[in-house]
């Protein structure tokens, strides 16, 4: 009983941890990508480019690679009925 239960709380844990971590870094690449186009609109085309660049990586990895795939799609792979 014992082990189960830490094996849960321990799975919560890096669940929480990577709901976390996706939330930080999509605010983070949002951030980015508006400081981009603020500086593309200034007339700073290189940065503001790589800005963009470097926004839209952070976004990918938020909300696809953390944000989908390890806390989204495995709580509908365990709620869909068998």
Not at 28 to 49: C, I, K, M, R, Y
Not at 52 to 66: E, Q
């Amino acid at each position: 009983m014992t082990a189960l239960l830490s094996e849960s709380l321990v799975e919560l844990l890096g669940l929480v941890a990577s709901a976390f971590v996706a939330g930080l870094l999509t605010v983070v690449g949002a951030l980015t990508e508006s400081a981009g186009l603020t500086n593309l609109l200034a007339g700073q085309s290189t940065f503001g480019a790589w800005e963009l660049w470097m926004g839209a990586i952070l976004l990918y990895a938020g909300v696809y690679m953390l944000g989908y795939r390890r806390v989204l799609a495995p709580m509908l792979s365990r709620a869909a009925p068998n």
